[in-house]
């Protein structure tokens, strides 16, 4: 029991390992009971996963409340809702790769499924290096939020970058440095086949594996911009890994209702822009009032209004529009 109380990067062991487990319960129903078996997960049962994703999100913080209290809840709240919304970007960049490498949907959610283990490992270095360099560091605090309204400002005014992921550096290492099939083998990310040349028998990596490796590259790319937002919200751990696990838990379930509606979701990156140079200069704000930090009620007041105005204005202007098709490329090209 005593060794349940110890602390670990701020936080009882014991808070620790009751997130862990929650988590490791999450992924087992989701693969072992609701997708043992390949299919296609229609707009119904995607939002089925997500609003359970969400409300498991939400009552987290009813978790953190009872034993943190108010204002870290408040933090966890915006924490989430920041992360969830800077993700939307992601969503459109997970609905590209698959439609490049011509993934089927039945084969999505396997992809996303295993992408989720290596962004929990990927997130937990980034957010406990973050931690620690804040921790020894304060100063490094300035750094994220100018990065963040660096970032903002770009967002407003740089054109977006090409969606043809065929010139794609990334891409052509993996096919030039390893030996790739050109079609689908089921839901498998490494077959064996005869080499063409050799005539031995040896392993080849699927077009499955290609694009989960270039989704772990687009959420750890994304992570860039998410981790250092979240750690000018809250500079602890717990509050940080919780937020960012919980809100991308029900990202890759909400992919499958939003991929085919993105269009609808055209106008919300100035919103995201603007919300980047607010979550940035908070601790300027701060600073020049004198305060000890920016009201995290406020915060959280702040970002549901920036974000509630640019999705109503983002499903205003794109009513009625259809959308555009994403990838079109096959995975041999």
Known sequence: MELLLLTFLGTPLW????????????LAFDLGILHKDNHEIGVAE????????????????????????????????????????????????????????????????????????????????????????????????????????FTGIKMLFVNEASH?????????????RFRVTDELHGNAFIVKKTHPRTG?????????????????IADLVFAVDSVPAVFTITTDPFIVYTSNIFAILGLRALYFALAAILH???????????????IGSKIFIADAMGWEKFPPTWSLGITFAILGAGVAFSLW?????????????????
Do not use: C
């Not at 040896?202 to 694009?211: D, K």
């Not at 609808?264 to 607010?278: D, E, G, I, W």
């Open 15 to 26: 808070m620790w390992l009751v997130f862990i487990t929650l988590v490791i319960a999450l």
């Open 264 to 278: 609808r979701f055209a106008y919300l990156k100035y919103a995201l822009s603007l919300l980047l140079v607010f």
């Open 46 to 149: 995607s939002l089925r996963m997500s609003a359970m994703y969400i409300i498991l999100g939400l009552a987290f913080s009813g978790f953190i409340f009872w034993q943190m209290g108010t204002e870290p809840m408040a933090q966890y709240l915006t924490a989430f809702v920041v992360e969830k919304t800077l993700a939307m970007d992601n969503i459109f960049v997970i609905a590209l790769i698959f439609g490049f490498f011509a993934i089927p949907r039945e084969y999505q959610h396997r992809v996303l499924f295993w992408g989720i283990l290596g962004v929990i490992v990927l997130r937990g270095i980034m957010i406990g290096l973050g931690a620690t360099l804040v921790e020894h560091y304060a100063w490094i605090l300035y750094l994220f939020a100018v990065f963040l309204i």
């Open 164 to 176: 043809d992921l065929s010139g794609n550096k990334l891409v052509r290492f993996m096919r030039k």
């Open 200 to 216: 031995k028998v040896v392993r080849f990596a699927t077009p499955l594996l290609l694009a989960l490796v270039m989704i772990e």
């Open 317 to 333: 202007k794109t009513n009625g529009k259809k959308p555009e098709p994403i990838g079109s490329h096959s995975p041999g090209e």
